[in-house]
């Protein structure tokens, strides 16, 4: 069955303290990992796409990577302005859905 | 630029009413999809659409019915509003393998 997970479910960091959430997934011909930040109240934005193995996309303290089975999204020095769900997503292999997470509840704490 | 479209922005119906939430995109995409948001449960797929005409069912399509016309709107329609229709409603567009756009969410409640 075509799953994307992700881990944590929350997190909490003080400002300044970097880690790293994770989106598993399991579909057949990955067609492209997609990761979105989405704010209260809010509609998901776009931060980066991935498309192969070994591939990374970075913006500001944003680091996303991709292996054959997972992705990461690297926050380094995070500020509390980066609080916000963090959710990922895959096309299922006849590409016509978007299957998401459950995301990442991201609280950085000044 | 406008991206991706919803109205209306919020919306109160009691139990039995219809109502259709709009979605309207500019950037030509073939690929349309409605989303459902509630506490805890992420974003869970309704209808989709890969191209004018035509239109499949997501994980929660009960109670719900989708057309594609044009390919710029992609209205979702409520039959018969229940409250566990109560949800945050998001529309999406995209290209074939590529990242989708949201609009900015519509806020239903049915009392």
């Known amino acids: 069955e075509d799953q994307v997970t992700q881990s944590p479910e929350a997190l909490r960091l003080q400002e300044g303290e970097s880690s790293s959430l994770n989106c598993s997934y399991t579909v057949s011909g990955l067609r492209g990992l997609f990761w979105y930040r989405q704010d209260p109240g809010k509609g998901p934005e776009f931060l980066f796409t991935?498309?192969?193995a070994g591939e990374e996309k970075e913006k500001e303290r944003l680091k996303a990577t991709l292996t054959k089975k997972e992705s990461f999204l690297h926050i380094t020095a995070p500020k509390p302005e980066d609080s916000a769900t963090y959710l990922c997503a895959v096309p299922n292999p006849q590409g016509g859905k978007l299957i998401f997470g459950q995301g990442t509840e991201l609280s950085v704490k000044p | 630029n406008a991206g991706v479209t919803q109205t209306p922005k919020f919306q109160v119906l009691k139990t039995g009413q219809s109502m259709t939430l709009q979605c309207a995109q500019d950037?030509?995409?073939?690929?349309m999809s409605w989303y459902r948001q509630d506490p805890g449960m992420g974003l869970r797929l309704i209808h989709y659409?890969?191209?004018?005409?035509?239109?499949d069912q997501g994980e929660v399509p009960n109670g719900y019915n989708v057309s594609r016309s044009t390919t710029e709107d992609f209205p979702l329609r409520l039959l018969s509003a229940a409250p566990s229709q109560t949800s945050v409603y998001f529309c999406a567009s995209r290209r074939q393998n590529t990242e989708a756009f949201f609009g900015q969410g519509t806020r239903l409640t049915v009392v």
């Open positions: 991935l498309y192969s």
């Open positions: 659409s890969v191209g004018a005409g035509i239109t």
């Open positions: 950037m030509n995409h073939e690929y």
